[in-house]
């Protein structure tokens, strides 16, 4: 089974992936099924081009062997039998440097049709688009055409016309061959028809297509007056640019990729004009390029071929993944039935093995040296664009979740881009310049080192993984389980108070103002809510952001350089104690979920609050979210599904041109029908804030009780079904909202309105007036959707969330332009509950008297140690800033290193 699952992956996943593509890019356009179906055929037999070349120019070899050798087969046949017979063939054959098992070679057209009719089976059997879809006489798609019937006796049309057009382009193609060769290809011809003759309408239509591309290509290949080669090159010409004027003048679908279609069309056309001109007027190669190769060994070429290859196999398959996994490696840990998150890696390597190594050699090795050396040096500079787009064009796309959805779909820039292309083109100058000095050896030697240092740093990259994975099994193992029931973990007290700090990761404070407006009926929801829209955050991530929040001032990124003698962890571990600590010794019952990052691990890592029996602690994030899936009825891929199909196309998308990568991408789609970004990992924070009222009750075991949440919803963006924001695969209401085609923005309101349900439970209970409830996130998106003031940094990025109710308060939610930041929350939960707080650690009070100077804010600050002992972080006073009173004034703001 294993050589099986690596066969399938090396061989078939490729084509699948670019069959994907190709219908998936064009039925985004068209939103015609039919034509996406033709434009896969096209595809398909483009690339299959080659392949014929190669098995017609072996057929016509044997064929004239054949014919060489038949006089004296014949005549030892006639004189010699049985095994005098034999060895005197035998000895005929190597005479004439022939061996009968070469006559194989005249059926390679057909045994490379193969591995692309179970391609094209496995993806478009089971495709849903294909569902009720209908193109000019066939009704539905997904279904057999019956299209004549007699009675109750269906009869499928469509196989018996591509088993005919078969027949007719095999009698084309085996013109002049024995009779035996003929049958074969027959014979073969019944076989699809039997193969496809119930199988969907759509499958047997792409295969159709492929037989009308074969026979015009036969037509075309085995027609000796170039008269009539030019008048059906011409003919097809003029289609092609029929098609290019229907894509820029009547449709009015994306011009982008309508232009960038048009433009692969022209180029396609012109190429073949210009190759038969070429052809025609006897042009060859630069007297140069054809001495170079003339002096390049075969050997030389294949070595060069490999390692430029290898390369890419390395880059896309293994490098690339190997540092997105290595960045987190908890993260995409014990996923689904996959708990080591080398797997990823290992699965996207073998997908970059079928695709730069496997197939790439299937066509190098069938041609002769000419193609081979332009092979290579098309090998080597892609290899070497890789390298410059990996390293000096990664693109900003802000943070990626788990599902590979980035922050930002990476758009076309037009300035970028052509940066990007002119930029490439130095490393193409560089190898032709190499290739005709006759330097190819020193390429090979600088290639050679490129791809060493990427796979050295690829395995330091897996073993820091499995590191970081063995570290985490340790408790993990057992101490985790998905829920199978809904038991309330949250119990309330209806006559003491309750008090509620809610950190929604990387909640967008600017969203606020649009999303009440769009709901009007939330102002009522969140009544005695104070939005404090003037609050900054001290840095972007969650490992120097989150501290603050749950810890205070003592936590920022300075106080926390400022407490030289204790290692980061431990201090970021106070911060996350801090609150249940005190809480849990004024006697109240403390409940405490998901907290961010304990002793810089996983989520699932709860033991520093063993040291706090009186508190307990949960893991709730993905905890819930089978349950609800199978309560909605909502279907999803795994998301170890989504990661083994899409970890490889991360890889690629780094190392392509920057105006590729929005194709490829497809707004986090990764060119799939599926919607595959954020929806699965949001889903693990959005069951359970959909979930809290069944996961409250009203029976506290003493009189005032505390909540300290950590919610993931609003950090794994996704679009949302409007005006309910409820989560749908395929949403058909984006809302009104000037953010409705933002993801972040939908995460952000299905967020508010979750827990506004969750208030109007808390209402109905009488629960709500004694509930103080505080919602802050540790900061804000990656992007700049609102605040542009003349920063040189996105200020969205630090102005977090902070949402404020006290105790019986009431009225429409309002706005407070009170300067804040995330570290009043401590402050503002103990208020009035416990006097004079004091850091157990440090002995000092809780206060937010830090404001009365301005605030450090680190713009810089390293996310990930890499020393657990270290006990600073690393902050570049020449980024960092300080800010005072308001935030959205400029002036306000002031470089740490003239402060």
């Known amino acids: 089974m294993i050589i099986f699952n690596i066969l399938w992956t090396i061989v078939i996943y490729p084509i699948i992936q670019i069959i994907e593509f190709s219908f998936v890019f064009v039925q985004k356009i068209f939103k015609e099924t039919g034509v996406s179906i033709l434009f896969v055929s096209m595809v398909i037999s483009t690339l299959c081009l080659p392949l014929y070349i190669v098995a017609d120019g072996w057929q016509k070899n044997e064929l004239k062997i054949q014919k060489k050798l038949k006089a004296g087969i014949d005549k030892i046949k006639a004189v010699f039998k049985g095994d005098e017979q034999y060895m005197m063939l035998s000895t005929f054959y190597r005479q004439n440097h022939y061996h009968p098992i070469y006559a194989l070679r005249s059926t390679f057209g057909l045994l490379v049709q193969i591995p692309f009719f179970i391609a094209a089976y496995f993806y478009l059997s089971h495709l849903e688009a294909l569902q009720g879809a209908s193109f000019l006489f066939l009704n539905d798609l997904s279904k057999p055409d019956a299209l004549l019937s007699f009675g109750s006796m269906k009869i499928n049309i469509l196989p018996v016309a591509m088993t005919l057009i078969n027949i007719a382009s095999g009698a084309l193609y085996t013109k002049g061959l024995q009779l035996k060769d003929k049958i074969q290809l027959y014979a073969m011809a019944f076989v699809f028809l039997i193969l496809l003759y119930d199988s969907p309408s759509g499958l047997v239509l792409y295969w159709t297509l492929n037989n009308v591309f074969s026979f015009f290509k036969n037509c075309y290949f085995h027609i000796q007056s170039s008269l009539k080669k030019t008048f059906i090159l011409t003919s097809i010409s003029c289609v092609g640019l029929y098609f290019i004027y229907y894509l820029l003048a009547v449709m009015k679908t994306n011009l982008k990729s309508r232009a960038l279609i048009a433009i692969v069309f022209a180029l396609v056309i012109l190429l073949s004009w210009a190759l038969c001109f070429a052809k025609k007027k006897g042009i060859k190669a630069p007297a140069s390029l054809s001495e170079s190769l003339k002096t390049i060994s075969s050997n030389q070429l294949t070595l060069l071929f490999f390692i430029s290859f290898a390369g890419l196999w390395i880059s896309a398959g293994l490098f690339i993944p190997s540092m997105l996994i290595s960045s987190s490696p908890q993260e995409f840990s014990y996923i689904d039935e996959y708990t080591n998150p080398a797997f990823f890696i290992y699965n996207s390597t073998l997908q970059s093995f079928g695709f730069f190594i496997v197939w790439a050699s299937c066509l190098y090795f069938l041609f002769p040296k000419k193609i081979k050396y332009a092979f290579a040096c098309i090998g080597a500079a892609a290899f070497s664009g890789a390298l410059c787009n990996m390293f000096l064009f990664p693109g ?117 103002p649009y999303i009440f ?118 279907a999803l891929p795994l998301e170890s599904d989504i990661l083994k199909r899409n970890m490889f196309l991360y890889g690629l998308l780094k190392i392509i041109p920057l105006p590729f990568r929005d194709g490829l991408y497809m707004h986090g789609n990764w060119c799939s029908f599926v919607e595959t970004s954020g929806i699965n990992n949001m889903l693990n924070g959005y069951a359970v804030l959909d979930y809290l009222p069944r996961l409250s009750d009203f029976n506290a075991q003493k009189e005032n009780t505390v909540l300290i949440m950590v919610n993931n919803t609003t950090h794994e963006y996704s679009f949302f079904q409007a005006p309910e924001y409820r989560p749908a695969v395929s949403p058909t209401n984006y809302g009104t909202s000037p953010f409705k085609k933002e993801k972040a923005y939908h995460t952000n309101a299905a967020a508010i309105k979750r827990l506004a349900d969750y208030f109007r439970y808390l209402k109905n209970n009488g629960v709500y007036d004694n509930t103080r409830i505080i919602l802050a996130s540790d900061h804000g998106p990656g992007t700049n959707y609102v605040s542009n003031i003349g920063l040189p940094f996105n200020l969205d990025h630090f102005n977090p969330l902070l949402l404020v109710k006290d105790f019986n308060s009431s009225g429409d939610m309002k706005t407070d332009m009170t300067f804040m930041s995330n570290a009043d929350v401590p402050s503002l939960a103990f208020a009035g509950q416990i006097e004079s707080p004091q850091n157990p650690w440090t002995g000092n009070i809780i206060n937010s008297d830090a404001k009365k100077v301005p605030l450090y804010i680190a713009i810089s600050g390293s996310i990930h140690l890499e020393n657990p002992d270290e006990t600073s972080f690393t902050l570049d006073p020449a980024q960092d800033y300080y800010v005072h009173d308001n935030i959205f004034k400029l002036d306000n703001w002031q470089k740490a290193d003239e402060y």
Not at 493 to 498: E, H, L, V, Y
Not at 603 to 622: C, F, G, M, N, Q
């Open 517 to 634: 407006e769009e709901s009007p009926g939330l102002f009522q929801d969140y009544s005695g809510f104070v939005y404090y829209k003037n609050a900054v955050s001290f840095n972007g991530y969650t490992r120097m952001g989150a501290p603050p929040l749950f810890g205070g001032y003592e936590y920022t990124p300075l106080a926390i350089n400022a407490r030289d003698t204790v290692p980061v962890v431990q201090k970021h571990n106070e911060s996350l104690l801090l609150m249940p600590r005190l809480f849990s010794e004024a006697d109240y019952e403390v409940v405490v979920t998901d907290p961010p990052y304990p002793n810089y691990s996983t989520k699932y890592d709860l033991r520093l609050y063993e040291a706090l029996p009186d508190v307990k602690a949960y893991i709730t994030d993905s905890a819930y979210t089978k349950l609800w899936l199978k309560e909605h009825d909502f």
């Open 396 to 512: 900003d796309y802000g943070i990626i979740s788990v599902g590979l959805a980035f922050e930002r779909d990476p758009e076309i820039n037009t300035v970028d881009s052509v940066k990007n292309i002119v930029f490439l083109c130095i490393p193409l100058i560089i190898v032709l310049f190499l290739f005709i000095k006759k330097w190819n050896k020193l390429l090979s030697v600088l290639l050679s080192l490129s791809l060493f240092s990427i796979f050295i740093f690829s395995l330091i990259n897996i073993i820091s993984i499995n590191k970081a994975f063995n570290t985490e099994s340790v408790y993990h193992h057992g101490k985790y389980e998905p829920a199978v029931s809904l038991e309330p973990i949250l119990h309330l007290s209806k006559t003491g108070r309750n008090t509620m700090v809610i950190m929604l990761d990387r909640a967008a404070s600017v969203f606020i």
